[in-house]
């Protein structure tokens, strides 16, 4: 079992960041691919951001892509998402999740999901 808590959401202005952090208790996160996603009211859960057990290969949403890095520190077992050039659409309910298999960009892959953190950012 792998319990998952983010933080670090809240407000910001267009164009600027944002770091959500991700803290994994449990056994064995080292092993775990990590991924990001996020939801608005009503619509489906989306990709964001992936991450290997070995933190070596990353994926992004076209969306997020160099805008967003996803990073992990398995010595301290957390994963950390850097939101930077912030935009409105970015506004959603992030969570992060963990995947026993590879770098999924699809929610059902994913075996342990956090609970969640709002991001609203201001035009």
């Known amino acids: 079992q792998v319990q998952l808590a983010e933080s670090g959401g809240g407000l910001a202005q267009a164009g600027g960041s944002l770091r959500l952090s991700c803290a994994a208790s449990g056994r064995a996160f080292s092993g775990y691919a990590m991924g990001w996603f996020r939801q608005t009211p009503g619509k489906e859960r989306n990709f964001v951001a992936a991450i290997s057990w070995s933190g070596v290969r990353t994926n992004y949403a076209d969306s997020v892509k160099g805008r967003f890095t996803i990073s992990r520190d398995s010595a301290n077992n957390i994963v950390y998402l850097q939101m930077d050039s912030l935009k409105p659409e970015d506004t959603a309910v992030y969570y992060c999740?963990?995947?026993?298999?590879?770098?999924?960009?699809?929610?059902?892959?994913?075996?342990?999901w956090g609970q969640g953190t709002q991001v609203t950012v201001s035009s």
């Open positions: 999740a963990a995947s026993r298999g590879g770098r999924s960009t699809r929610p059902d892959e994913y075996d342990y």
